[in-house]
């Protein structure tokens, strides 16, 4: 429960809660055309992509990264603690599901 709270306590701009319950959290998150989503941590989580877009994900540990997304893709990632950046021209939207222990 407390995961779901760091992305929305860290980045409220982006991430709005949808559900939750014993097992996960789901959220929309919506981060527009060159705006940011300030350092934030989830569990391991599932992310399906509404929409084309381009992404940098800078994680607390390791190396930035650039992510190009198509809409309906599905991507798993591991737990990380990361901030976001939209450098796409479209609002880069998401649905997160973090998977609780």
Do not use: C
């Amino acid at each position: 429960m407390e995961q779901i709270y760091d992305a929305l306590n860290n980045a409220p701009n982006v991430h709005k809660p949808i559900m939750e319950n014993d097992r996960v959290s789901v959220f929309d998150a919506r981060i527009k055309p060159g705006e940011k989503a300030a350092m934030h941590t989830h569990p391991d989580h599932i992310v399906y992509v509404f929409n084309d877009g381009k992404l940098k994900l800078s994680p607390s540990k390791g190396k930035t990264q650039e992510m190009d997304l198509k809409a309906g893709q599905t991507i798993w990632m591991d737990a990380i603690s990361h901030a976001a950046e939209n450098l796409g021209k479209n609002d880069a939207h998401f649905l997160v599901v973090e998977l609780k222990e």
